[in-house]
């Protein structure tokens, strides 16, 4: 709701002020959109002192769109997707670098394309989601080194690229093969001469050193870094590079000159008004302050880390600041408040690497009371004791035991082998069935002729038009049913154009419609594939090809309540359940309906594999007064 309530005002103060744009921006936007430079760099030249005011891309953004200039509208969208980077609206900075990309895309720009996958990389790392930030940074790699003659522009990308992927395997503690990565990226950029990416990466490279304990290498460039920072006149790299000196002094147990530093970059980190830098500076100067045994003003300090890293889930960030009000509550003998943030931090961390997929974890670990640490140690002393003793006597036996449980662990590994190699078989044998049922003779042959009546009748277009949906509908069967999971997105156009060709059959009356929630990224669930088509199937002999008059399908998307899972409805205004039963007892021929008793063990197939629940309800629909109204299928279905 904060969220929503944020992007409203932002937008009512852009709409607000746009008649205060000055004259001399609308007329270089005029002149630019008119002009319609190719490549972000030639764009950058003339607006890149202005590309951190959001209401002016705003406008230029609007500008490009009336003016049809895709790339103008690429470059915008990007600069406000950055900007609500930096203020932590993480969901709203990847729609608009997303959209950005979709321009580039349909417009062919590889230069855009590999500028909105870095930022969508950037964005997905901040929110510690390291493997989708991977693909995003290592696709716009390999895309920008697909050039055989790199602009600067693109060779800046590939550097830009490098740092990134050098910064997720940061994240995930490999530091010397990050430093690998930035190393590479700084050597190419200080052949581009540029200033910016050299203080970026001495200061990645400066925070790797840091971890592997190098702490005399990390400080020099770490002021490295400020220099160039300095020289160029850059506020964000000046709290960076003074909030991890200050580190370093705290490290040293040198509390006094970290103060210092950290107080001189507070308020130009609140002047940004990027939380994460906030959160960090915050978290340090409470740790300073610890050591000097200032213990009220450092659970001041984190308790305001930890409260603006939690309004913007910062998770890394809320972390450290629970991390250290635990050390500071032990400190006090505040054990069960030192509990609780240790076990916050502990929460914290595990969703960190429930998103990073291979993150490597170094917990923490807080003093207790030396005391009862000593009981503690005397006891296990004591059990270890009598453990020994009963080794000795018992050694024999232990030996034999070990050896039956060698055999039973062995009879139980080749009964568990033998189960799989059963389960894999099955899995196999309902894929192929599944691509049998998707690609079943009727079904193609009516296609096919479908289309050679447009033939016959000389309806060119209409052939070429539906033969190549018909074309792309079976690629898209063939590829999917080689992967277990695809897309959402994939999985809807694939039920989109076998509905278009099914709507031949039926002279264009059905009405299809696919509707999605706007809290859900298509491109980022994934669902078993070809899951969905058998239901639009069922619905289309079995609901509607008997009925007369209006024939509609709605296919639902939305979120479930438990936000780790998704609805998906499928809706027909069809004849029922009943009324199709009893007019396929009447025919001579029955047609067998196999697909969805198919999909139902595959359902039950994932729910095994994945520990997760894929359920499936088929309703009939009524009217007031009885009378049938078609039928729903409810999927619930695990966002994998």
Same mark, same amino acid.
């Given at each position: 709701?904060?969220?929503?309530?944020?992007?409203?005002?932002?937008?009512?103060?852009?709409?607000?002020?746009?008649?205060?744009?000055?004259?001399?921006?609308?007329?270089?936007?005029?002149?630019?959109?008119?002009?319609?430079?190719?490549?972000?760099?030639?764009?950058?030249?003339?607006?890149?002192?202005?590309?951190?005011?959001?209401?002016?891309?705003?406008?230029?953004?609007?500008?490009?769109?009336?003016?049809?200039?895709?790339?103008?509208?690429?470059?915008? =969208? +990007?600069? *406000? %997707?950055?900007? &609500? #980077?930096?203020?932590?609206?993480?969901?709203? @900075?990847?729609?608009?670098? !997303? $959209? /950005?990309?979709?321009?580039?895309?349909?417009?062919?720009?590889?230069?855009?394309?590999?500028?909105? =996958? +870095?930022? *969508? %990389?950037?964005? &997905? #790392?901040?929110?510690?989601?390291?493997?989708? @930030?991977?693909?995003?940074? !290592? $696709? /716009?790699?390999?895309?920008?080194?697909?050039?055989?003659?790199?602009?600067?522009?693109?060779?800046?990308?590939?550097?830009?690229?490098?740092?990134?992927?050098?910064?997720?395997?940061?994240?995930?503690?490999?530091?010397?093969?990050?430093?690998?990565?930035?190393?590479?990226?700084?050597?190419?950029?200080?052949?581009?001469?540029?200033?910016?990416?050299?203080?970026?990466?001495?200061?990645?490279?400066?925070?790797?050193?840091?971890?592997?304990?190098?702490?005399?290498?990390?400080?020099?460039?770490?002021?490295?870094?400020?220099?160039?920072?300095?020289?160029?006149?850059?506020?964000?790299?000046?709290?960076?590079?003074?909030?991890?000196?200050?580190?370093?002094?705290?490290?040293?147990?040198?509390?006094?000159?970290?103060?210092?530093?950290?107080?001189?970059?507070?308020?130009?980190?609140?002047?940004?008004?990027?939380?994460?830098?906030?959160?960090?500076?915050?978290?340090?100067?409470?740790?300073?302050?610890?050591?000097?045994?200032?213990?009220?003003?450092?659970?001041?300090?984190?308790?305001?880390?930890?409260?603006?890293?939690?309004?913007?889930?910062?998770?890394?960030?809320?972390?450290?600041?629970?991390?250290?009000?635990?050390?500071?509550?032990?400190?006090?003998?505040?054990?069960?408040?030192?509990?609780?943030?240790?076990?916050?931090?502990?929460?914290?961390?595990?969703?960190?690497?429930?998103?990073?997929?291979?993150?490597?974890?170094?917990?923490?670990?807080?003093?207790?009371?030396?005391?009862?640490?000593?009981?503690?140690?005397?006891?296990?002393?004591?059990?270890?004791?009598?453990?020994?003793?009963?080794?000795?006597?018992?050694?024999?036996?232990?030996?034999?035991?070990?050896?039956?449980?060698?055999?039973?662990?062995?009879?139980?590994?080749?009964?568990?082998?033998?189960?799989?190699?059963?389960?894999?078989?099955?899995?196999?044998?309902?894929?192929?069935?599944?691509?049998?049922?998707?690609?079943?003779?009727?079904?193609?042959?009516?296609?096919?002729?479908?289309?050679?009546?447009?033939?016959?009748?000389?309806?060119?277009?209409?052939?070429?038009?539906?033969?190549?949906?018909?074309?792309?509908?079976?690629?898209?069967?063939?590829?999917?049913?080689?992967?277990?999971?695809?897309?959402?997105?994939?999985?809807?156009?694939?039920?989109?154009?076998?509905?278009?060709?099914?709507?031949?059959?039926?002279?264009?009356?059905?009405?299809?419609?696919?509707?999605?929630?706007?809290?859900?990224?298509?491109?980022?669930?994934?669902?078993?594939?070809?899951?969905?088509?058998?239901?639009?199937?069922?619905?289309?002999?079995?609901?509607?090809?008997?009925?007369?008059?209006?024939?509609?399908?709605?296919?639902?998307?939305?979120?479930?309540?438990?936000?780790?899972?998704?609805?998906?409805?499928?809706?027909?205004?069809?004849?029922?359940?009943?009324?199709?039963?009893?007019?396929?007892?009447?025919?001579?021929?029955?047609?067998?309906?196999?697909?969805?008793?198919?999909?139902?063990?595959?359902?039950?197939?994932?729910?095994?594999?994945?520990?997760?629940?894929?359920?499936?309800?088929?309703?009939?629909?009524?009217?007031?007064?009885?009378?049938?109204?078609?039928?729903?299928?409810?999927?619930?279905?695990?966002?994998?």
């Amino acid at each position: 709701m904060k969220r929503s309530l944020i992007i409203a005002v932002l937008c009512l103060y852009f709409q607000g002020f746009s008649q205060d744009i000055p004259d001399s921006f609308k007329k270089t936007v005029d002149s630019l959109v008119s002009a319609a430079p190719e490549g972000r760099a030639k764009i950058h030249s003339v607006l890149g002192s202005s590309r951190r005011d959001t209401v002016l891309m705003r406008y230029f953004a609007d500008a490009s769109t009336e003016g049809n200039y895709a790339d103008g509208q690429a470059y915008a =969208l +990007n600069e *406000l %997707g950055r900007d &609500y #980077r930096n203020h932590s609206l993480f969901k709203e @900075a990847i729609k608009l670098h !997303q $959209k /950005a990309l979709e321009i580039a895309e349909a417009n062919d720009n590889l230069e855009f394309k590999v500028t909105s =996958l +870095n930022y *969508l %990389g950037v964005v &997905y #790392r901040r929110t510690s989601s390291i493997r989708t @930030a991977m693909d995003y940074n !290592q $696709k /716009a790699l390999e895309l920008a080194e697909s050039v055989e003659n790199p602009s600067r522009s693109i060779k800046r990308m590939i550097n830009v690229s490098v740092n990134c992927i050098g910064n997720l395997y940061q994240m995930l503690n490999q530091y010397d093969r990050a430093i690998e990565y930035f190393e590479t990226s700084l050597r190419l950029e200080t052949e581009l001469g540029n200033e910016l990416g050299q203080a970026i990466n001495h200061q990645n490279i400066g925070e790797c050193k840091e971890e592997l304990g190098d702490w005399t290498g990390a400080l020099e460039d770490y002021r490295t870094s400020l220099a160039f920072n300095e020289k160029i006149d850059n506020d964000m790299g000046r709290v960076l590079c003074n909030n991890a000196i200050a580190q370093i002094y705290i490290k040293e147990d040198k509390p006094l000159e970290a103060i210092e530093l950290l107080e001189y970059a507070l308020p130009k980190a609140q002047k940004l008004d990027d939380p994460f830098l906030i959160a960090s500076v915050f978290n340090k100067l409470g740790w300073a302050k610890f050591l000097l045994k200032q213990y009220d003003e450092a659970e001041q300090n984190m308790l305001q880390g930890l409260k603006t890293a939690e309004k913007k889930n910062l998770k890394l960030e809320a972390s450290q600041a629970n991390n250290l009000l635990a050390q500071l509550n032990t400190e006090r003998g505040n054990y069960e408040k030192a509990l609780n943030y240790t076990s916050k931090a502990r929460e914290l961390e595990e969703q960190i690497l429930n998103a990073s997929t291979v993150r490597y974890v170094n917990d923490v670990i807080f003093r207790y009371d030396s005391q009862k640490k000593s009981n503690e140690i005397q006891v296990l002393a004591k059990q270890n004791e009598i453990v020994r003793l009963n080794l000795r006597k018992k050694n024999t036996t232990l030996l034999i035991s070990a050896i039956v449980l060698a055999l039973l662990a062995g009879i139980f590994y080749i009964l568990y082998r033998q189960y799989q190699l059963k389960n894999e078989k099955k899995v196999l044998t309902l894929e192929q069935s599944m691509l049998r049922s998707q690609m079943n003779p009727h079904f193609l042959f009516n296609s096919l002729n479908s289309i050679k009546l447009y033939i016959i009748n000389n309806e060119q277009k209409n052939a070429v038009h539906y033969l190549n949906k018909f074309s792309k509908l079976v690629r898209k069967i063939l590829e999917a049913s080689s992967l277990r999971e695809i897309p959402l997105a994939e999985e809807l156009e694939t039920v989109e154009l076998y509905m278009n060709i099914e709507n031949i059959r039926f002279s264009n009356e059905i009405d299809f419609e696919i509707k999605i929630s706007d809290d859900i990224d298509p491109h980022t669930v994934k669902i078993p594939s070809l899951i969905l088509q058998p239901f639009l199937e069922n619905a289309l002999w079995h609901g509607l090809s008997s009925k007369t008059g209006e024939k509609k399908i709605l296919l639902n998307v939305r979120r479930a309540s438990d936000e780790n899972y998704i609805h998906i409805s499928i809706t027909d205004n069809g004849i029922g359940r009943i009324a199709s039963e009893e007019i396929k007892q009447s025919k001579v021929l029955k047609r067998k309906s196999v697909g969805i008793d198919i999909t139902k063990e595959r359902l039950t197939n994932f729910s095994r594999d994945y520990l997760n629940s894929f359920n499936l309800q088929i309703l009939d629909l009524y009217k007031d007064d009885g009378t049938p109204e078609g039928t729903k299928v409810l999927l619930h279905i695990p966002m994998v």
